[in-house]
């Protein structure tokens, strides 16, 4: 099964851009280009999810297949059955 989770991208003054979730607040991802930053937060969100299933704990309501909204990224992540 795949999940979808919202992905907010922020382009840091320093350089590079930030990737973070409402749907899961621990997410945070860093990379020096958009697509390095998105493969990234795939990763994280994706360990999220497996520890999650592993521990017992229920997915967050949102986490859920959804349609993207404007502005905002949908990453695919899937977990091990």
Sequence with gaps: MENLIKIKI???E???????SDDFED??????TL???LEIAKDVAEKLVESYKEH????PA????RTVERSNF???VRAAA
């Design 10 to 12: 922020e382009k840091l």
């Design 14 to 20: 320093e350089g590079g851009y930030l990737a973070t």
């Design 27 to 32: 997410l945070m991802a860093q990379g020096d």
């Design 35 to 37: 697509e390095e930053t």
């Design 56 to 59: 017992g704990d229920p997915l």
């Design 62 to 65: 949102c986490v859920r297949r």
């Design 74 to 76: 949908v990453v695919p």
